[in-house]
């Protein structure tokens, strides 16, 4: 089974257990909205932002969208 064919299934087969795709493309989003907050934390930028959890949840949509629109078009 190629990747592409592994990407055209509902579920994703990990050890007997099936995760549905916008579990992981999810998962992906907050782990990259994490990042991007962790590096603005350090660098000082966050302190410009008002509401930080609303901003961190804005970013889990916005790449979680991101990578379901690259991955699952």
Do not use: C, K, Q, Y
Not at 2 to 14: D, I, K, Q, T
Request: proline residues 5%.
């Amino acid at each position: 089974m190629s990747v592409l064919e592994g990407l055209n299934r509902p579920e994703l087969r990990f050890l007997d257990l099936l995760f549905p795709w916008i579990f992981v493309v999810s998962l992906l989003g907050f782990l990259a909205a994490w990042l991007v907050m962790a590096g603005m934390e350090h660098t000082g930028l966050s302190r410009h932002i008002w509401h930080l959890p609303l901003f961190f949840l804005a970013l889990v949509i916005l790449f979680s969208s991101v990578i379901g629109f690259i991955f699952l078009p």
